[in-house]
Nanobody
Framework: QVQLVESGGGSVQSGGSLRLSCAAS?????????KAWFRQAPGKEREGVAA???????EYADSVKGRFTISQDNAKTTFYLQMNSLEPEDTAMYYC??????????????????????WGQGTQVTVSA
């Protein structure tokens, strides 16, 4: 089992920035897992935002490219989502996730969530106009 604990959500104005963190613990080899961020707005399905694979390959949803950056620490036990130029449309509950398999080829959309077995509890991000 892998436990994921998120932090860093909050409320900002449009154009602002936030950094989310997700600390992973449990399985000894979880450092090699695919790690990702998802979000879910009220009344909508959970969608993929960004993912980073064990070899450092990163993938982003089209809606956040150029604004969000996923990264991880050297030990690969904590990963982050730096969110810049936030827009009201980014308002959602954000979840970190991990998978023992290679990251999906496309993280954007609602299908990629099925590839992830481990989830954090979620952290709210609210962007006001």
């Amino acid at each position: 089992q892998v436990q994921l604990v998120e932090s860093g959500g909050g409320s900002v104005q449009s154009g602002g920035s936030l950094r989310l963190s997700c600390a992973a613990s449990g399985e000894r080899d979880s450092s090699s897992y695919c790690k990702a961020w998802f979000r879910q707005a009220p009344g909508k399905e959970r969608e993929g935002v960004a993912a980073v694979d064990n070899d450092g390959t990163r993938e982003y949803a089209d809606s956040v490219k150029g604004r969000f950056t996923i990264s991880q620490d050297n030990a690969k036990t904590t990963f982050y989502l730096q969110m810049n130029s936030l827009e009201p449309e980014d308002t959602a509950m954000y979840y970190c996730a991990a998978s023992p398999y290679v990251c999906p080829a496309v993280i954007g959309g609602t299908q990629s969530a099925r590839d992830f077995a481990y989830w954090g509890q979620g952290t709210q991000v609210t962007v006001s106009a």
